[in-house]
């Protein structure tokens, strides 16, 4: 028999062990609770149910018009008018067409280069460099497309003295701003098609790339792909990626705005050249394709509706590639070229060889 003084330490023992084991638990609780709420959070932050819930591009691609686009064109393209109307075409005008391309002088090459509204020395660094008319008797012209500024604003002002002496310009009614190049390409083909479409090719560029007009001529020139042979060539750098779900992302895609799983193949929109078919193809087509924010998923997308396969160029580099002389002697573009004196330098230099 135990007496009081033991059976007493023993309750005590049994209730501290007791105290214990609800501390255990109620701290387990916690850290479930805990748990449970990164595991919500991640799953919200990283749009882990939007991966999820995406639908397999491979075999669920129908993307609006939801239709096949391609006989629609190509009745347009004959001058035939369709049984079916656009569905984006965007409402804005131009609000300057001083040159237009001569049907008897016919460029071999139109580069449209998408330009921010501000960046007058990008534009003359060009207009000093690859975007000169005339490269070894190849016949080039150059424009550059610009969105609006306040019609009051010293920007503005600036711009008309520009297109004034310059009359290079080509500048439409809507904002100028990241998330309206969608806008800004599709009317930049818009003009193409309707004053310059005798063209050979068209280089599409950024304002801040380098490009080399000798290495495009010489790759249109020797590329033999099975597309092109069909006059139909829409070139650059082709990714083929994954929309991005991320909630903070200046990229993220909603699961509402594009439910596949991933992107069709498409052409880094820095730089890239399409011939006369494509061209008239991918604009006419865009008629007849869903608006999307981002311009190279765009006419990727409309691309696939078309039957267009992306041809991939590695000579197109949609990073800054390191400058050495003899490294350069096969690139068509590099991107980071914001620096003016150092476009025109290596420019120089590469057309000085």
């Given amino acids: 028999m135990l007496g ?15 105290t214990l084991k609800r501390l255990i638990m109620r701290k387990n609780r916690y850290k479930l609770i805990v748990f449970a709420l990164v ?15 995406s639908k397999n591009f491979d075999n669920d691609f129908n993307y609006p018009l939801n239709v096949d686009i391609r006989p629609i064109v190509q009745a ?20 300057s067409n001083y040159r237009q391309c001569s049907v008897v002088n016919k460029p ?6 998408k330009s921010a509204i501000d960046h007058f020395g990008h534009r003359d660094a060009i207009r000093k460099t690859y975007g000169k008319p005339h490269v070894q008797g190849y016949n080039v012209k150059t424009f550059f497309f610009l969105g609006l500024d306040n019609a009051s604003s010293d920007v503005q002002k600036n711009i008309t003295k520009e297109m004034t002496e310059f009359k290079d310009i080509i500048q439409m009614s809507f904002r100028d701003s990241y998330f309206n190049n969608t806008i800004k390409t599709v009317m930049s083909f818009r003009w193409i098609f309707q004053h310059c479409a005798e063209a050979q090719h068209y280089l599409f560029t950024d304002d801040d790339m380098y490009i080399s007009v000798q290495n495009l001529r010489k790759y249109v020139s020797e590329v033999t792909t099975a597309s092109e042979r069909d006059g139909i060539l829409f070139a650059g750098y082709v990714f083929k990626s994954a929309p991005q779900r991320f909630r903070s992302s200046k990229w993220r895609v909603s699961l509402e705005e594009y439910p596949w799983d991933k992107w069709p193949p498409y052409v880094t929109a820095g730089a890239y050249v399409v011939s006369n078919k494509a061209m008239k193809m991918l604009y006419v087509g865009s008629l007849f394709v869903k608006h999307f924010r981002f311009d190279d998923i765009y006419l990727g997308i409309v691309a696939k509706k078309m039957g267009i396969v992306p041809t991939h160029c590695p000579h197109f580099h949609f990073y800054k590639k390191p400058y050495e002389r003899e490294d350069y002697s096969d690139v068509i573009a590099s991107h980071g070229y914001s620096n003016h004196d150092e476009l025109i330098r290596v ?7």
């Fill in 4 to 18: 009081k003084g033991p059976r007493k330490q023993i309750v005590k023992y049994r209730e501290s062990q007791c």
């Fill in 39 to 53: 595991l919500v959070y991640v799953y919200h932050f990283f749009g882990v149910g939007d991966y999820v819930q």
């Fill in 76 to 95: 347009i393209l004959e001058g035939q008018k369709p049984n079916v109307k656009p569905i984006n075409y965007y409402p804005y005008k131009f609000l």
């Fill in 108 to 113: 071999d090459l139109v580069i449209i280069v």
């Fill in 347 to 353: 420019w120089n230099e590469q057309n000085a060889l």
